[in-house]
């Protein structure tokens, strides 16, 4: 275990004279608006992996293993473990290399775990049992510190065999161009508050008018602000249940509130705020709502067109081992048709312009045919 600043330092030095370095975390995220961060993994090689004791250490010197170019770190699934360490560090990555993502264009599954890979790697099954232990507790046990080692103890198998893949199908540009997305600045900026209503996972809302759309839009975007304020979770503050029985009820005073099913705490501590959203939302242009009833011919006709896209893509990801995710999502992909074959152009840039989107615009504009590749195969343009 790596717990005082002088091991820290001297671990660090070692990774900067390292081309290749493995990084993971392991945190804990049930009452605070960001994960709390318990442990840092490091691997130099299989017999050369340490754990450091992040709830005890300023991690600021591990910055300089992220911020410098000549030293590749290794992580999967990276997103979120890159912004937990930006947020200790205060370095963002300048040389990553996501083991997930490349998996992806390699014939393997974009969302494979790591455990999948590791086994798909050297053959070896990797435990599960402390994915949800207390990593901020000490001392960590025997068999928590063996467990954070092991995900960074195969980390270089998994890496080596996905660089012989990538090479031998001629993809090796293709990973520098998405790993490149990692050094993107945006990515460790916070997210757009009037966007959190999308993380709202509870029926009704389609059911909502315009007005009342835009006052839960409001809503969200407050809660989101006052439990980033107060490191609480979202449903601390209140549940996404209350967020939409507000956005309906639209309380206007104080008197409103008080017949609303909030508690006396909460009027008294959010009720200003809450006041303030839903007034907001109540003078801002109403938003879309969803068509209700039987689709008309166009529905029916752009629903028909989204599935021709969707049969071109599948087909060409099959044969090709890629993963359609990391091409285009469902709803990415349903944007670009409705867009037509301007949109394609725009979005489907680099490798994945000269893989699907070219031929995708041309089938958008009705010159490129789709066919069954065989009495069994896939659907081929």
Request: hydrophobic letters at 40%; proline letters at 5%; a positive charge.
């Given at each position: 275990m790596i717990d005082t600043p002088d091991a820290l330092d001297a671990l660090v030095d070692r990774c900067l004279a390292a081309e290749v370095v493995m990084l993971d975390t392991e945190f804990v995220w049930e009452r605070t608006f960001v994960p709390a961060l318990g442990v840092v993994q490091v691997g130099l090689g299989p017999d050369d992996v340490h754990v450091i004791d992040a709830a005890a250490l300023d991690l600021a010197p591990l910055g300089r293993v992220l911020d410098d170019p000549g030293t590749q770190v290794v992580l999967h699934d990276a997103t979120q473990d890159l912004q937990i360490l930006a947020r200790a560090t205060g370095a963002r990555p300048r040389n990553v290399f996501d083991t997930q993502r490349v998996a992806g264009l390699v014939g393997l599954s974009g969302s494979s775990s790591l455990q999948d890979l590791v086994e798909w790697a050297t053959g070896i099954h990797l435990e599960n049992g402390e994915t949800r232990t207390d990593w901020l507790r000490r001392p960590l046990s025997d068999k928590q510190v063996e467990y954070a080692l092991d995900d960074v103890r195969y980390m270089p198998a998994v890496r080596d065999k996905l660089l012989a893949e990538a090479a031998a199908r001629g993809r090796m540009d293709w990973i520098a161009e998405e790993m490149a997305r990692y050094e993107d600045a945006a990515l460790f900026e916070p997210a757009d508050e009037m966007d959190?209503?999308?993380?709202?996972?509870?029926?009704?809302?389609?059911?909502?008018?315009?007005?009342?759309?835009?006052?839960?839009?409001?809503?969200?975007?407050?809660?989101?602000?006052?439990?980033?304020?107060?490191?609480?979770?979202?449903?601390?503050?209140?549940?996404?249940?209350?967020?939409?029985?507000?956005?309906?009820?639209?309380?206007?005073?104080?008197?409103?509130?008080?017949?609303?099913?909030?508690?006396?705490?909460?009027?008294?501590?959010?009720?200003?705020g809450i006041l303030a959203a839903v007034?907001?939302?109540?003078?801002?242009?109403?938003?879309?709502?969803?068509?209700?009833?039987?689709?008309?011919?166009?529905?029916?006709?752009?629903?028909?067109?989204?599935?021709?896209?969707?049969?071109?893509?599948?087909?060409?990801?099959a044969s090709e081992g890629v993963d359609p995710s990391l091409v285009a999502p469902k709803a990415v992909l349903k944007d670009l048709v409705d867009g037509g074959a301007e949109a394609v152009a725009e979005a489907l840039t680099g490798w994945r312009a000269a893989f699907v989107g070219d031929d995708l615009a041309s089938l958008l504009r009705g010159d490129l045919a789709l066919r069954l590749d065989g009495p069994d195969g896939w659907p081929a343009a």
């Open positions: 959190a209503v999308n993380r709202l996972k509870i029926a009704g809302i389609g059911r909502l008018s315009g007005r009342a759309r835009s006052v839960l839009r409001h809503l969200a975007a407050w809660r989101e602000r006052e439990a980033r304020d107060l490191d609480r979770t979202r449903r601390m503050v209140l549940p996404d249940e209350g967020i939409l029985d507000l956005a309906v009820r639209a309380p206007t005073s104080d008197d409103d509130l008080a017949r609303t099913p909030l508690t006396d705490k909460q009027r008294a501590r959010f009720g200003a007034q907001a939302g109540l003078d801002a242009e109403p938003e879309a709502t969803e068509r209700r009833g039987r689709p008309g011919p166009e529905d029916e006709r752009d629903a028909a067109r989204l599935l021709v896209a969707q049969a071109f893509l599948a087909g060409r990801c």
